[in-house]
């Protein structure tokens, strides 16, 4: 039976993910290409859940507190995704980066924003990147080490509200300094709701991200 969720009751990103694993926990929720076993990975909402539970316990570690900005640093990844999930349901606000922006462009977003924390994807990109002195980096290199393997596997929600900010994105900088856009739980539901009623998309639909979120 197809489910829709309107922003009305989803309320949050999070909130939204929350009530498409109540609805569909047997669905397929996403697909990935995983470069060390070569071979299309299928989730779960369900077993989406689970995972962004061990994401969300990592980050319950590091102290951060609701409204804290944590910075995401990376090709478009399912990594990505269940990062944000977990940042949304603790309250936190994400901000993008382009990943081949110039340095001092993500010098000026990372002080500007007063970032707490960065997931960036290889040791390679964190020995270049001279500018996270002193900045809580996560690599994905190493997300193992840093992922905990016992956790409580209940979703962490803290109070979170519709107008709540959720995620900073920034212009190119192209003709100065970047500039950042303020974008609430609300504002990105409305127009997802306004798509979908635009656009007729059915249950057995695959979406394909090309762009990351700094988009």
């Known amino acids: 039976m197809r489910k829709e969720i309107s922003a009305e009751e989803a ?14 926990p047997e669905k397929e929720a996403y697909r990935y290409f995983d470069e060390r076993k070569k071979a299309w990975i299928s989730l779960t909402w369900k ?20 409204g804290d900005r944590v910075g995401i640093m990376m090709r478009n990844r399912y990594e990505w995704v269940m990062f944000e999930l977990a940042a949304f349901g603790l309250g936190l606000v994400t901000v993008p980066f382009y990943l081949h922006d110039k340095p001092e462009n993500s010098a000026y977003i990372l ?36 992922l905990p393997e016992k956790y409580d596997t209940d979703l962490c929600e803290k109070a979170s509200e519709p107008d709540g900010l959720a995620t ?38 695959v979406l394909v991200p090309f762009t990351g979120g700094y988009v």
């Not at 077993?47 to 609701?66: C, F, G, H, S, Y």
């Not at 002080?111 to 980096?137: C, F, M, P, W, Y």
């Not at 003709?175 to 303020?182: E, I, N, Q, R, W």
Request: glycine residues 4%.
């Open 11 to 24: 309320k949050t990103l999070f909130g939204l993910f929350r009530a498409r694993v109540k609805y569909s």
């Open 111 to 146: 002080k500007s924003t007063d970032i707490k924390l960065l997931l960036i994807e290889n040791e390679t990109q964190e020995k270049a990147l001279h500018i996270l002195a002193g900045l809580r980096v996560i690599c994905l290199d190493k997300i193992e080490e840093w």
């Open 168 to 205: 900073i994105l920034h212009t190119s900088g192209t003709t100065g300094l970047p500039k950042g856009a303020m974008f609430s739980h609300r504002n990105i539901l409305s127009n997802a709701e306004a798509a979908a009623k635009t656009i007729s998309f059915y249950e057995e639909d």
């Open 47 to 66: 077993e989406t859940e689970k995972i962004v539970a061990r994401w969300q316990a990592a980050l319950k570690k590091e102290n951060l507190t609701p």
